[in-house]
């Protein structure tokens, strides 16, 4: 079915330089940009998006690293998307991630792992409303 899914370009995937590497595999992958904007992340805004990992104890490092530069946010239209991003992406862990992969080519540790993508469309449906408001987001 046809799905929408959030993705995150992250600081060390914009500090490379690799944003459209990394929108290209999307769009070969047959998912659309429906919409998409670079934004520098609060403290409160990072953490907010993370409130699920908030009492893990990553989570300091997580916002810190999430703040330290702009990110890119989009939403992703297609077939299966959530599962499409997912595999698109490969393992959080960029050390366990399959070859070919987003975080095998591009993640160095799982801090700095590239992407973000939603694992579910309920995380889908919360995070999409947490970046874009209904007029931001462009279906072709
Ligand atoms: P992400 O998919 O953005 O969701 C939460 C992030 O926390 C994850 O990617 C990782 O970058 C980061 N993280 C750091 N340590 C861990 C860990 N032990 N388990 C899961 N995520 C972690």
């Not at 993640?107 to 409303?129: K, L, P, Q």
Request: charged content about 25%; glycine content about 8%; overall charge negative.
């Amino acid at each position: 079915a046809t799905e929408r899914t959030l993705s995150i370009i992250k600081p060390d995937a914009v500090a490379k330089n690799a944003i459209g590497e990394i929108i290209a595999r999307f769009e070969k992958a047959g998912l659309q940009v429906v919409a998409a904007k670079m934004l520098q992340l609060s403290e409160e805004k990072a953490g907010g998006f993370y409130a699920e990992h908030k009492e893990r104890p990553f989570f300091k490092d997580l916002v810190g690293f999430m703040t330290s530069g702009p990110v890119v946010v989009q939403v992703l239209e297609g077939n299966d998307a959530i599962a499409k991003n997912r595999d698109l992406m490969g393992a959080t862990n960029p050390k366990e991630a399959a070859p070919g992969t987003i975080r095998a080519d591009f993640a160095e540790t799982i801090d700095a792992n590239a992407v973000h993508g939603s694992d579910s469309s309920a995380s889908a449906e919360r995070e999409i409303a947490y970046f874009f408001s209904a007029d931001e987001i462009c279906p072709r």
